[in-house]
């Protein structure tokens, strides 16, 4: 779509930097490469959001084994992909195909057994995946998709060169392609030329996060590289200020916290232990996904 030329929104005081994070090497799925850059250690601080998972590499056995049929509950995911086609399926029925600059958004409900794989373009595989938690009486829910393909997602710039991706939530008076009640999750993957700075009002207690996956940015005087996550104090002010000091790219995410409790085995998200084994029988028993 068309990018709309917008002024930056006025932050008087920017959220400072509490912490930075360098996420760790592991592998998911049929033997999928990925660094975890949020995990189990920052779902309470960083509520709702469960896990951030970066992917990326230019050597397809490192990928392409992909992620066959596996169940979750509980919760939902959004996978960006940045470069490269996944094609996913379910046990209800569902297909689609995402490529290059597209979103799939999964609502895991009371439960779907589904599965993620990554088709060859070019060699490249590289995107994210987020998981966000779903509120107590909502967790039951159907399970469905929502895919947005590249062309979709409203994008913006700014008066100083600065690209966004509006992806959830909203930025600079632009809608993004997704908005979701109860988490109200914001999602952008912000563009940012040598020496421009960016500013991105928060809502007053939600919590929030940005990852840079190219280049190097900063917030006052910290400096944030590649491959790291920075998590945002959860103060009073009112947005963050961001200024790349080479040209840069990163995600930068927020959310409203549920503020309730977590357990989580696997592919299942409950608030409680016997929640969690309830879904565990019912996976066993075949009862995902049965309709109503």
Not at 24 to 40: C, E, I, N
Not at 171 to 185: M, W
Not at 265 to 278: A, K, L, S
């Amino acid at each position: 779509m068309n990018t709309d030329t917008v002024k930056n929104d006025e932050v008087m005081r920017s959220r400072a930097i509490e912490q930075l994070v360098i996420g760790h090497a592991t592998s998911d799925g049929a033997g999928v490469k990925l660094t975890r850059v949020l995990g189990q250690a920052l779902q309470q601080r960083l509520d709702p959001f469960l896990m951030l998972d970066a992917f990326g590499s230019d050597k397809p056995n490192d990928y392409i084994a992909g992620f066959p049929n596996h169940p979750h509950r509980g919760f939902e995911t959004l996978t960006y992909l940045i470069t490269g086609r996944m094609r996913h399926s379910d046990n209800a029925g569902h297909q689609g195909l995402l490529e290059t600059g597209g979103i799939q958004w999964m609502t895991a409900g009371r439960g779907i057994i589904h599965s993620e794989m990554p088709e060859q373009k070019d060699g490249m595989l590289e995107g994210f995946q987020l998981w966000i938690n779903l509120p107590a009486a909502e967790k039951m829910q159907p399970a469905g998709y929502q895919d947005v393909q590249s062309e979709q997602i409203p994008e913006l710039l700014t008066a100083n060169g600065v690209k966004v991706r509006v992806i959830a939530g909203s930025s600079h008076g632009v809608a993004g392609a997704i908005q979701r009640p109860d988490t109200e999750p914001l999602f952008l993957d912000v563009h940012l030329p040598a020496g421009a700075s960016f500013s991105q009002s928060l809502a007053v207690g939600h919590n929030a996060f940005f990852y840079v996956y190219r280049g190097e940015v900063a917030e006052a005087e910290r400096s944030v590289a590649a491959q790291r996550m920075a998590v945002l104090s959860s103060g009073e002010s009112d947005g963050v200020i961001l200024q790349a000091k080479q040209d840069s790219r990163l995600i930068l995410v927020a959310g409203k916290p549920l503020r309730e409790p977590i357990a989580q085995h696997g592919p299942f998200v409950m608030n409680t232990r016997e929640q969690i084994e309830q879904a565990i029988d019912d996976y066993q028993a075949g009862r995902f996904n049965v309709a109503a």
